[in-house]
């Protein structure tokens, strides 16, 4: 019988893979010195790109080249323009609606239209005296030209190079910068992200205005061939950090990517997780914030927002308004903010356990109330609750898909009108719905809306744990929760720290902290400028 025990416990550890050591990465606040070097940002390839290939030196045959990459037989946008730039043959070439006509036909054109006949031009003259445009470079792979000019710049091949000039003259239409739609504040900037990646870029660089900000750029792992960039300060992110975010990002091989949310998908350390592990924002101060903090920041070309990592639960629950706040007003909205948060997911299952099993800890006016108002309601009290909780999301989806002033009234129209419609047709009881509502207005505290949207799920979790088991079964429940929480990884940050594992931050999390002179990150990070000197409150 001992064996059969034993060997049913054994089954049970390697089920759970009690016996295995956590393979994940972890950045350590006990390590020493500059991690080593892990992967380049170009050390890893996403597979099947394509190999390089060298430019002609013959326009003709770059022509010829372009065209059968491009299928032009059948694809009309690419461009070809021939020019005779004095005594040479010039070929520019450019994505119709990606590029500025008015660019290209001012400052490319007329200039060099305008050279004299007996002029012999190489590239060195065009760049340096002839085209009017600031930013160019050369390439010498005929993978990458293709590459600029879907980006909207103009390639420029003389004959008899066997190279390119990339100019700038993208001028594609482009929606201007307007508030931040899901993160309003009342105080604090009002700008937010939008779909130009080169736009999102400056926004991050006009706060940071520090000469260690990097800006990373490459091409996405899917068939589209989307630009992202990652932003971090140098000498402030972790070494080990960034190495990893790179990996990462590196490792994206699938058909399309064309949002920050399937990156972020991609590059989680538990993707099918219903709490996110990175921040999504589409605040350009937020984003400065945490990467001069040590985050790292990854944008990409057409979404309005940033992922950054890693981060905590006590980022989730923040807001970017906190900072512009006195400590004691700031401290009261976060604590508030929490406990909306712990109302919105354990009121349900606490009212469902005391309403079933512990009828004793109530008074006796506030159960005759439950016991008045449920006199009439035929489903037991658990499905009443899982209804109604039901409505309240269909309501909220519908109000979110519906347009704006039309949106407001549907939730505010459809939660009064079912609401009543329920409780007259005795389908759900007044108190119940007053705990639903309760819950709702709490999950709306959480700043973070797939926070709000993992609250759900938890919700209701904890909520069938206090059908069954009372409050027994919601205190094992609510244990179950904090170690899983315990479990998450951000990028090798446990996601409780400071407080699981214990660190040495002095930052209160809850309760906002001061705003103090120092020059350090916060160390659950691991940032590598802990190491650097404090300044002096004189400097």
């Not at 049970?12 to 940002?41: C, H, N, V």
């Not at 999504?280 to 057409?302: F, Q, S, W």
Request: proline letters at 4%; aromatic letters at 8%.
């Amino acid at each position: 019988m001992g064996e059969i025990k034993m060997s049913f416990f054994k089954k049970i550890s390697e089920k759970l893979a009690f016996d295995k050591p956590d393979t994940r990465y972890e950045l350590l606040e006990r390590e020493k010195g500059d991690p080593q070097k892990m992967f380049g940002w170009n050390d890893i390839y996403a597979q099947g790109e394509e190999a390089a290939r060298a430019c002609p030196s013959s326009i003709e045959e770059v022509e010829k080249e372009l065209k059968k990459i491009f299928r032009t037989d059948i694809n009309k946008d690419v461009i070809f323009t021939k020019l005779r730039a004095g005594s040479k043959n010039i070929l520019l070439v450019h994505m119709n609606g990606m590029a500025s006509a008015n660019t290209i036909s001012e400052y490319i054109i007329k200039p060099i239209l305008g050279l004299n006949e007996s002029v012999c031009p190489d590239l060195d003259m065009l760049s340096e005296c002839c085209i009017e445009i600031a930013e160019m470079h050369r390439e010498t792979n005929l993978i990458d030209i293709k590459l600029a000019i879907m980006e909207g710049q103009t390639a420029l091949f003389l004959n008899g190079e066997p190279m390119a000039i990339i100019l700038e003259s993208r001028g594609y239409e482009k929606r201007s910068i307007s508030g931040a739609e899901n993160e309003k504040v009342v105080r604090g900037p009002k700008e937010g992200f939008n779909e130009s990646l080169r736009t999102n870029i400056t926004l991050v660089r006009r706060i940071i205005r520090s000469d260690d900000l990097v800006v990373e750029t490459r091409l996405s792992g899917g068939d589209n061939n989307t630009s992202i960039a990652i932003i971090y300060r140098d000498g402030v992110a972790d070494r080990s950090l960034i190495d990893e975010v790179k990996k990462r990002l590196a490792r994206i091989n699938i058909r399309m990517v064309f949002s920050t949310g399937i990156i972020e998908q991609l590059i989680e350390d538990s993707p099918n997780s219903p709490i996110p592990q990175s921040l999504a924002t589409e605040r350009p101060d937020r984003t400065a914030n945490y990467i001069m903090r040590g985050g790292v920041a990854v944008l990409a070309d057409g979404t309005p927002f940033a992922v950054i990592v890693p981060i905590t639960f006590s980022t989730l629950m923040s807001s970017s308004e906190d900072i512009y706040l006195r400590k004691p007003v700031g401290s009261i909205m976060r604590l508030v903010r929490y406990i909306g948060a712990a109302i919105s997911i354990l009121l349900p299952g606490y009212f469902l356990a005391l309403a079933l099993f512990h009828q004793g800890l109530l008074s006796t006016e506030v159960l005759s109330t439950i016991v008045q108002s449920r006199k009439t309601v035929f489903e037991p009290l658990g499905i009443e609750m899982l209804l109604i909780l039901a409505v309240f999301q269909l309501i909220r989806e519908a109000g979110m898909r519906v347009p704006g002033s039309i949106g407001q009234a549907i939730g505010i129209i459809g939660g009064l009108i079912v609401g009543q419609a329920a409780v007259a047709a005795n389908i759900a009881s007044s108190m119940v719905l007053i705990i639903v509502a309760l819950s709702g207005l709490g999950n709306f505290c959480i700043p973070d809306y797939s926070t709000q949207l993992a609250a759900s799920y938890f919700r209701i979790a904890f909520m069938i744990a206090a059908w069954m088991g009372g409050l027994l079964g919601l205190s094992a429940a609510f244990m179950l929760f904090i170690a899983y929480l315990a479990s998450l990884k951000s990028f090798g940050v446990p996601f409780l720290a400071p407080y699981a594992p214990k660190t040495y931050s002095k930052r209160p999390l809850i309760l906002r902290g001061s705003i103090k002179m120092n020059h350090r990150s916060e160390d659950y990070i691991n940032a590598a400028c802990d190491t650097l000197p404090k300044r002096s409150t004189n400097e």
